[in-house]
C-alpha cells in the first residue's frame, strides 16, 4: 500500500518553481541577465504608462490598458514573492508595501480613483530594488554615476507624484490649474522656487502643500547636486570598519587605515 504524502509532489514543484524564480531574478547567469533585461524594460514600459496616463484617460482604450497593466504588476509581485528566501520579511519591506499599494490602485480604479498618482511611486521602488540596474551601469563602466542616477530618479518620483497629487486635488477651471500640463508647469516652477505666480493654489491647503513642495523639492535639487558636483567615490566596504564610500585608488581606510583592495571597473 502506497502511504506517500499525496501534498509532497505539489510541495515538490512549488520549490523547484521558487527556486527557478529566484535564479532568474536575483541570478547572474546568461539567462538570468536576459530574464531581469526584459523586467526591466517592462517596468520602465509600466512607469511610462503610469506618467502618461492622465493625458490617455480618455482614451477607449484605456481601461483596457490599465487591466494589462495591472495583470502584469500582479504577475510580477507573485513571482518575486515565490522568488523570496524569506516571504514575510520580503512582505514587511518598504518597497514591497509601496507595489501592493500601486497594485490595489489598479485593482480597484472605480473606487481609488483620487489615488492614482501613487502609482509613479514604482518608478522609486525600481531605484531601491533595482540592484541589478545598477550592477549594469558598473559592467558598462558608468558605476560613478550611481548615486546621481538615484537623486535624478529621486526628483524625477516626486515632480510627478506632487503633479498628480495637485492635478487630483487643486484642479479647476477657477484655480488657474485645468490640465495635467499646468499642474506639471506649477510644481517645477514651486520645487525650483522660480514661483512665477500665474498659478497659485488657493486656500491654506493650498499654502500647506506649496510650502511642502518647496521644502522637499529644494532638499532632492540640493541632494542631485551633491551626488553630480562632489568628488567621486566607490562604494566598497571596508573589511575592517564597514566605511561603505572610499577613493577610486585608495589603499587604505581613511576611517580604520585597513588595507583596501577595490576592483578596477575597466578589469
Known amino acids: 500500500m502506497d502511504k506517500r504524502n499525496p501534498r509532497q509532489p505539489t510541495t515538490g ?6 527556486a527557478i524564480l529566484h535564479a532568474l531574478y536575483h541570478g547572474k547567469s546568461r539567462d538570468a541577465v536576459r530574464f531581469q533585461y526584459a523586467a ?27 487591466a494589462a497593466v495591472a495583470v502584469l504588476l500582479l504577475a510580477d509581485i507573485a513571482a518575486r514573492a ?18 501592493l499599494l500601486v497594485l490595489v490602485t489598479l485593482l480597484f480604479p472605480a473606487w481609488l480613483v483620487n489615488f492614482g498618482f501613487l502609482r509613479i511611486l514604482r518608478l ?3 531605484s531601491r530594488r533595482g540592484g541589478f540596474l545598477w550592477r549594469s551601469l558598473r559592467k558598462l563602466h558608468l558605476g560613478a554615476w550611481e548615486e546621481s542616477g538615484r537623486a535624478v530618479i529621486n526628483l524625477v518620483t516626486f515632480l510627478f507624484v506632487t503633479t498628480g497629487f495637485i492635478y487630483t486635488f487643486f484642479a479647476r477651471r477657477d ?5 495635467y500640463l ?9 520645487v525650483t ?16 502643500t ?25 562604494h566598497f566596504p571596508c573589511p575592517q570598519c564597514g566605511l561603505q564610500r572610499h577613493d577610486p585608488d585608495a589603499v587604505h581606510c581613511k576611517a580604520c587605515g585597513h588595507i583596501l583592495n577595490i576592483p578596477d571597473e575597466g578589469m
Open 175 to 179: 484655480s488657474g490649474i485645468e490640465g
Open 210 to 234: 506649496s510650502i511642502v513642495v518647496m521644502i522637499i523639492g529644494i532638499s532632492l535639487f540640493v541632494r542631485l547636486a551633491q551626488a553630480l558636483f562632489r568628488p567621486n567615490k566607490v
Open 124 to 126: 522609486w521602488t525600481l
Open 182 to 190: 499646468d499642474a506639471l508647469y506649477f510644481t517645477v516652477t514651486t
Open 82 to 99: 515565490l522568488a523570496a528566501t524569506d516571504i514575510w520579511r520580503w512582505l514587511r519591506q518598504l518597497t514591497t508595501i509601496i507595489d
Open 13 to 18: 514543484r512549488l520549490r523547484r518553481l521558487r
Open 40 to 66: 526591466l524594460v517592462l517596468d520602465l514600459a509600466i512607469i511610462a504608462f503610469f506618467i502618461a496616463s492622465p493625458l490617455i484617460r480618455d482614451l477607449p482604450s484605456f481601461i483596457w490598458l490599465d
Open 193 to 208: 522656487t522660480t514661483g512665477f505666480g500665474d498659478i497659485t493654489l488657493e486656500g491654506a491647503w493650498g499654502r500647506i
